[in-house]
Every structure is written in structure tokens, then in C-alpha cells.
């Protein structure tokens, strides 16, 4: 299982009147990309996409993929075009998911 982090993240945004810090919608992007058009999604694609956005939309704060789940979502971002600077902890936070081990929190409870 991967742990993915959910939370918001500030950015920095340049506006003609100058520099502004917004707050960054992980989960928001974190689905959209499973839907994003550079993926190629076949009618069965889809579908799985949809099941692991559902789960994503579901939870709070971060969520548990099982390895088939996190796959889809790592191939997403790696077919991904046109990030952004804003981009960076999104990508980071996918791709170098930890492991979860549901045996370690056993042990410690």
C-alpha cells in the first residue's frame, strides 16, 4: 500500500498587481489528473480511474492505494504534460509515495 498526502499546500501565484500565496487543492488535482485527456483512458481505463478518484474524493487528509490503485495514479502523472512550478510537491508527493505497512500499526497498537 502507498500513503499519498492530501493536504493543501501554499503556492506563490504572479498576478499583474504582483506575487500572491494560494492555498493548492492536492486532492482537486490528484483526480483530475486521472482524468486528464494525455492519459489516452480506454472505456476500461476509465472506469478504473474512476473507482480510484472515487476513493481519493472520499478520504481526508491522505489516503491508502492499494499497488494496483497507486499504478494507475503513478502512470497518470507520468503521462502528465505541462506542469508547473505549483506542480512540484503535487508530482513529488505521488511519485515518491511511502510504503505503508498495515503490520507496522498493528504492532504499535
Known sequence: MRRIDLSEYDVVVKYPDGEKTIPYDMKLSTVGLLYHPDNKLS??????????????????GSVL????????????????????????????????APLFDPNEVMKAG
Open 43 to 60: 472505456a476500461r481505463d476509465l472506469l478504473e480511474n474512476d473507482r480510484v478518484a472515487q476513493k481519493i474524493e472520499a478520504s481526508n
Open 65 to 96: 492505494l492499494e499497488e494496483h490503485e497507486y499504478a494507475r495514479l503513478k502512470m497518470a502523472v507520468e503521462c502528465g504534460k505541462g506542469y508547473t512550478k505549483q506542480d512540484v510537491v503535487l508530482v513529488t508527493r505521488i511519485l515518491d
